[in-house]
């Protein structure tokens, strides 16, 4: 078993801690509202509280950190008693952050200085993919690093992919949000059709999502969205920060994001009305409330 750090406990993060102490691992945790880490300690009496991020890095094998964005990933692994300055030769530092290519790039040259790896490895499957130990994780950096944290990663993810080198994780994740704010801007105006016709939606979600038209989005958030019922799941206003990354990569890179453009300004629509804290799918409300 190994000695884990894990920096950030937050609606993913506090799960995801939660799972490698359960697998048997040493984990030291921080968070920077403390007495969420008093809590998490309180329910895994196996887990020891660390009162800095360096704290938390001491000694450990591998750092995890998920935090909010890159000035929160700066701040704990490179800031004042950040996890970096206090991190071993030969460990590795995995960010399950979400966040931008760039930020990934700077941890790896500021770790590379001190023989520290780096893997950026954002995840997807939201909160319940946290509790229940299903997430996906999407990697960037070196395979001898990735072999050596891949294993443990299993305790709280389903698939676990090096996709390539340093960045490639944050870049991956960001086609994955930019295809989600696609698909389901579609399937909203496609369920607000059959509504609004009178079809049996029951019926009709059963059919078309058995043929080329299924995907997680209708199998899992179909029958809400019909419900109207939004109080789960990934809340918009990490989704605007997503597409926010994704959609600044796009256009640093000359990639022409019509929909994706289309669909981040309709989540700020709802953010000021007052969604900010319902599930993505939540685009169909703009819809059936228009007229």
């Not at 007495?35 to 329910?43: C, K, M, Q, W």
């Not at 704990?76 to 950040?82: K, S």
């Not at 939606?201 to 078309?208: C, N, R, Y």
């Not at 804290?277 to 228009?290: A, E, K, N, Q």
Request: charged share 20%; aromatic share 4%.
């Amino acid at each position: 078993m190994s000695r884990i750090g894990f920096i950030g406990l937050g609606v993913m993060g506090y799960p995801m801690a939660g799972h490698l102490v359960a697998a048997g691992h040493d984990v030291a945790v921080f968070n920077r509202t403390t007495s969420v880490s008093e809590r998490f300690v309180g329910e895994h009496p196996a887990a020891s509280l660390a009162a800095t991020p360096a704290d938390a890095a001491d000694g450990a094998d591998v750092v995890f950190l998920i935090v909010g964005n890159d000035d929160s990933v700066r701040s704990v692994a490179l800031g004042d008693d950040g996890a970096l300055g206090a991190m071993a030769e030969g460990t590795i530092l995995v960010d399950h952050t979400t966040a931008s290519a760039t930020v990934a790039l700077e941890l790896g040259e500021a770790a590379a200085a001190k023989k520290v790896a780096v893997i950026d490895g954002p995840v997807s499957g939201g909160e319940a993919g946290a509790q229940n130990g299903a997430l996906t994780i999407m990697c960037g950096g070196d395979q001898a690093s990735f072999d050596v944290v891949e294993p443990i990663m299993a305790s709280y993810s389903g698939t676990r992919t090096l996709i390539g080198p340093l960045g490639s994780g944050q870049r991956t994740k960001m086609v994955n949000q930019i295809a989600i704010a696609g698909l389901l801007q579609g399937l909203s105006e496609a369920l607000t059709l059959g509504i609004e016709a009178g079809l049996d939606m029951d019926k009709v979600l059963a059919t078309i999502s058995n043929g080329a038209a299924g995907s997680w989005q209708m199998s899992n958030r179909g029958h809400t969205m019909v419900e109207d019922r939004f109080d789960f799941g990934f809340a918009i206003e990490w989704m605007v920060k997503d597409l926010g990354i994704a959609l600044a990569e796009a256009r640093q890179l000359g990639v022409p994001t019509p929909v994706a453009d289309t669909v981040a300004g309709y989540y700020d629509e709802l953010m000021a009305s007052g969604e900010a804290r319902s599930d993505t799918s939540v685009l169909i409300r703009r819809l059936r409330t228009s007229d």
